[in-house]
């Protein structure tokens, strides 16, 4: 029974690490790094952003388990098999933006695996009409889901 437990639990202890926190900058580029363990290369890494149950998750991009940079809308997500990782880019971090997200990895066999991090937005730190900003940028795009 115990290595019964051993054998579930272990797949998940480390199959993928990243930064438990990122802050960005408002109007900024948000950048996310996530490790995998290596044999994952060719499996399909993903972000996703997560309700407020952390199993209900809302997919935001994917790859296909090549290193193909795969770009929708701000979000882009670009795996390096070499390096075992893969990273994440947002481009113009809105306030909205704030929110738990997890960066994974699609196990055919298994559950996914994946790493929660948590993302900050700092507002934008100049002191230039804020207001305005607001306005033109007509506060980001609607998130593509
Ligand atoms: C992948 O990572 C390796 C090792 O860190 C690096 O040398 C290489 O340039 C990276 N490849 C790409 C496409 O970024």
Same mark, same amino acid.
Request: hydrophobic share 50%; net charge negative.
């Given at each position: 029974m115990r290595i019964f437990l051993v054998w579930i639990l272990s797949? *998940?202890? &480390?199959?993928v690490k990243g930064p438990k926190q990122v802050t960005a900058d408002q109007g900024s580029l948000l950048a996310v790094s996530c490790s995998y363990e290596p *044999?994952?290369? /060719?499996n399909s890494k993903y972000w996703c952003r997560q309700s407020? /149950? &952390?199993?209900c998750c809302t997919n935001i991009i994917q790859t296909s388990g090549s290193e193909v940079t795969v770009t929708q809308g701000r979000v882009s997500i670009r795996d390096n098999h070499t390096a075992h990782s893969f990273m994440v880019t947002q481009s113009g971090? +809105? /306030? *909205?933006?704030?929110g738990r997200y997890s960066c994974g990895v699609k196990r055919k066999l298994w559950f996914s695996t994946s790493h929660t991090t948590r993302v900050m937005v700092s507002a934008a730190?100049? +002191? +230039?009409t804020e207001g305005s900003d607001v306005g033109s940028s007509g506060r980001g795009e609607p998130p593509v889901l």
């Open positions: 797949p *998940g202890v &480390w199959a *044999g994952y290369e /060719l407020f /149950l &952390w199993f971090v +809105t /306030l *909205g933006d704030a730190a100049s +002191t +230039t």
